[in-house]
């Protein structure tokens, strides 16, 4: 028998446990040891107005990360309902690699025997002519419950063997335990590399200094950034998240780090605890490219010169790619990939009108300049946006598009408004330089322009599968208001009743 989440404290409130009892699981982890770990993610990933993921379970984020990697073993430990998602969701997002899982029920969890399981687990795998490294994750039981995962050996016949924590109730979007994983993984290489030699590049040591890249992009933009800088003798470095381990020896060798997605502070901090410098925002559009490229130049100390003639040599096909591709319309934008803004300052420099851009990541310090920019131009920037923000800029604004998450996609449809998925059809296209500028404009405008078929179909399916008929139904719904009547009667009784014993 598996462990349900809800099991794991007697003493909680009757609703459950889990994805949506932060405050308890957090104490529960507290009080068995896991304080320090929690700090740390409180600093690094500040909480939003709710201690709830409001999108898919974070985990997904870091299990991901090290499901696309060469030569890793990923192995979960967590609730079977919650494994059981978060390989679903692997697997239809093309994973090609099984997911372990190490099983646990209440009385493993008690005696600690579910640690020695793992350990047993991560023994078996440690094979080195398979894996470079075996990651294991705790979710959000496991961190409850204290399960040590820093007590397991830092390698086993030559594996690396890399434990974390990824709860939700700690790690608040899918994005930042991305974060987790990396940071954990830059750590542990940056580590090796100060105790002796460690392997080269598979591709040979770039002869130029490098900028590391942070966060994942479309396949074509490090090799798009790497045309910009080559004027400026510098060429793209490796991409972190990494997709193979000695790729993190040569991110770490960059001279800077580009946090082109700003939310990676765990592995900002291992940067720039190996003496790397950091740029942040991103070569996106007119003015981003020409301001980036600026950055890279000053962070490398390269002359004005040679800078210009980086400048030179995109800016004019970006300017022409914008104007040759025009969006036109009102758009409010919403996402938890941590790449909202770059997108909302690519809409702007478009033409669009962008009011609103609330992204579900944090605040840091490497998407000031982009939220900077945007403020100038008219645009309410929300960091930790929770769903409720989302909708009622939606509301508001009234835009001709909502580009968003799946439920406020739905809202729009729902209201007439044309609605595009930020994940799967915004994010999955090439943002950078040239090539990013007229990138958006086709799937954009198209959506603007079935406004109509939109509003027809509002029309069409009015009053249908709303409210009480919800659902499937053989015949008409089978409403009773009377028994309605009766249940909100009990309903208030009850609540009366509570209220004069809290009284007492
Ligand atoms: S591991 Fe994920 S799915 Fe499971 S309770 Fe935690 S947040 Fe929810």
Known sequence: ????????????????????????????????????????????????????PQSMCPAFGSLRVGLRMRRVATVL??????????????????????????????????????????????????????????????LCVPTASGVPLKLLPSEINGVRIVGIDVPGFGVPTHAEAKDVLAGAMLKYAREEIMAGPVQAPAQGKSDRPTVALLGEMFPADPMMIGAMLAPMGLAAGPVVPCREWRELYAALDCGVVAAIHPFYTAAIREFQA????????????????????????????????????AQNAFGPAIKAALAANPVKGRITLSGYEGSELLVARLLIESGAEVPYVGTACAKSDWSAEDRDWLEAKGCVVKFRASLEDDLAAMEAFAPDLAIGTTPVVQKAKAAGIPGLYFTNLISARPLMGPAGAGSLAQ???????????????????????EGDTAGIWEGAPNLRPDFRAIHQKKLDKAAKAAKAEEMI
């Open 1 to 52: 028998m598996t462990i349900d989440r809800h099991d794991i404290q007697a003493t909680a409130p009757a609703d459950g446990l889990g994805c949506h009892a932060g405050a308890e699981m957090q104490a529960a982890a507290r009080a068995a040891g896991n304080a320090e770990v929690l700090d740390r993610y409180a600093a690094d990933y500040p909480q939003g107005p709710h201690d709830k």
């Open 443 to 465: 799937v954009v405008n198209a959506a603007i322009a079935g406004r109509e078929k939109m509003a027809g179909m509002k029309a069409f399916f009015e009053g249908v599968g």
């Open 274 to 309: 190996a003496g790397r410098g950091v740029v942040g925002s991103a070569p996106v559009g007119l003015d981003g490219t020409m301001g980036w490229l600026n950055s890279i130049g000053e962070a490398f100390g390269i002359p004005a010169l040679q800078v210009n003639a």
């Open 77 to 138: 430990s967590g609730s079977a309902c919650c494994v059981y998602g978060l390989t679903f969701v692997s697997h239809f997002y093309g994973a090609r690699r099984s997911v372990g899982y190490v099983p646990f029920n209440s009385e493993t969890l008690v005696t600690g025997k579910l640690f020695e399981d793992i350990r047993d687990a991560v023994h078996e795998l440690a094979d080195p002519d398979r894996y470079d490294a075996v990651v294991v994750t705790n």
